[in-house]
């Protein structure tokens, strides 16, 4: 069983440019999230979804953009990337959204935008 | 507003016992997540309070109080494999994850 695969695993992007993160999990699970992790400052969620179909904005959503068309995907967008984007991208999944049930976390996408 | 504060960096002798702090504050509280982060790796979860008290689980246990907004994990035999950061995440009524910066625990031999 992977878990939670994203992809690609580092990438460098020039500034304007469109970019899509990739995420798929195979346990299954009804929530999804996107965080950014920058030193100094905890994971920030980006935006979240609670089943397929339905998507929500965290903390910090803009400039990004998700779907949701099945269970086991969920791909993050940059319509056009900035160098502030510049970060580490984790994907997680839960079993039960609105729950306390444990997130467990993708290996990251280091981005780089210059 | 939201907060969860915990020290940006500890250091132990392996072997020895650290416990490292975390003071937090939600919009309503379901809980407080302690997770491991080893450098260039995904976070993995370690434990979950939601009661006041301690929660033992093998070497690390974590500790909990909700009137004080408080909470610690406590690293037991420390071993160098646990060098790692360790973060400290509120969940508040919303169900949505508040997150720390993270302590980086150096482990000396």
């Known amino acids: 069983i992977a878990g939670i695969t994203q992809a690609p695993t580092s990438q460098i992007l020039a500034a304007g440019r469109r970019m899509t993160l990739r995420c798929t999990q195979d346990?299954?699970?009804?929530?999804m999230y996107w965080y950014r992790q920058d030193l100094g400052l905890g994971l920030r969620l980006i935006h979240y979804?609670?089943?397929?179909?339905?998507?929500g904005k965290g903390e910090v959503p803009d400039g990004y953009s998700v779907s949701r068309a099945n269970t086991d995907d969920f791909p993050l967008t940059l319509a056009s990337a900035v160098p502030s984007q510049t970060s580490v991208y984790f994907c997680?999944?839960?079993?039960?959204?609105?729950?306390?049930?444990?997130?467990?976390f993708g290996p990251g996408t280091r981005l780089t935008v210059l | 507003g939201q907060n969860i504060d915990q020290p940006t960096e500890m250091t132990a002798t392996e072997g020895a016992i650290v416990q490292i702090n975390c003071t937090y504050q939600?919009?309503?509280?379901?809980?407080l997540f302690w997770y491991q982060q080893h450098a260039g790796e995904a976070p993995t979860f370690l434990s979950y309070?939601?009661l006041d008290g301690l929660e033992e689980k093998g070497r690390f246990s974590s500790f909990l109080s909700r009137s004080k907004g408080y909470s610690y994990l406590l690293l037991k035999e420390l071993q160098m494999k646990d060098s790692a950061s360790y973060l400290c995440?509120?969940?508040?009524?919303?169900?949505?994850?508040?997150w720390g910066a993270g302590t980086k625990l150096i482990i000396k031999p």
């Open positions: 995440a509120g969940m508040d009524s919303n169900y949505q994850l508040i």
């Open positions: 309070n939601v």
């Open positions: 939600t919009s309503g509280f379901n809980g």
């Open positions: 997680a999944s839960s079993d039960a959204p609105g729950s306390t049930d444990t997130q467990y």
């Open positions: 346990m299954r699970h009804n929530a």
């Open positions: 979804s609670n089943t397929a179909g339905t998507t």
